[in-house]
């Protein structure tokens, strides 16, 4: 089986600020781990993902999110917050050795991220 | 880009009505999916199909069903709505045999059951 989880809600930061939004998983095998974001009325947009190699993947709009295995996480960063990276945020895994089931994906509850001036 | 197209963004139905929902993709894309989208539960699988008429239940298909007779379509179907089922319907799809892939979205249809 597979899970995620994003423990907070809502992230508040002030414009310029390093922002951290976090999440960890469960998988029986390795994971792939992904990051997507959704701004309102629109569907999810695809921000970075982790396969392997290097724990430190960068992705769209300047944001980065770094693996951890031994901590299972995978937490999105970006050092300098900006007004228009509010948003949701979601996380999202699935197990490597999972076998059928097109790519299906394990989603977070997501994180509402909310950049103040 | 790859683009997916869901038919409606705003649709209104009443109780016991046959709803579909249609969804369109551009990049001959093999696996598709239906999502609702309810706040704090983040997004649950419906349904997903990774070929034509091929189609598997993911994690909350009662009262659903679908079809896909072309590969680039993938429709949702509620059998007789209900209002439990007011909710925001995502449809995705992703390439076949990479698991690693991303799934792209559409934009949503927010669909209100009164």
């Known amino acids: 089986a597979q899970s995620v989880a994003q423990p907070e809600d809502q992230v508040n930061v002030a414009e310029g600020n390093p922002l951290t939004v976090k999440c960890t998983y469960s998988?029986?095998?390795?994971?792939?781990l992904f990051w997507y974001v959704q701004y309102p009325n629109r569907g999810l947009q695809f921000l970075l993902k982790y396969i392997t190699g290097d724990n430190l993947v960068k992705g769209s709009y300047g944001f980065e999110a770094e693996f951890n295995k031994s901590q299972t996480s995978f937490h999105l960063k970006k050092p300098s917050a900006l007004v228009s990276d509010s948003a949701l945020y979601f996380c999202a895994v699935r197990d490597e050795g999972l076998t059928g089931g097109g790519n299906k994906l394990t989603f977070g509850t997501g994180t509402q991220l909310k950049v103040e001036l | 880009d790859v683009k997916v197209t869901q038919s409606s963004r705003y649709l209104v139905k009443r109780t016991g009505e046959k709803v579909f929902l249609e969804c369109v993709q551009d990049m001959d894309h093999e696996n598709m999916f239906w999502y609702r989208q309810d706040p704090g539960l983040g997004l649950r699988l419906i349904y997903f199909?990774?070929?034509?008429?091929?189609?598997e239940k993911g994690d909350i298909p009662e009262g659903y069903s679908v079809s896909r007779e072309k590969k680039e379509r993938f429709s949702l179907i509620l059998e007789s709505a209900s209002t439990n089922q007011t909710s925001m319907y995502l449809c995705a799809s992703s390439l076949q045999g990479w698991s690693n892939q991303p799934q792209h979205f559409g934009d949503g249809t927010r669909l209100s059951i009164l």
């Open positions: 199909s990774y070929d034509v008429k091929m189609k």
């Open positions: 998988v029986s095998g390795n994971p792939y």
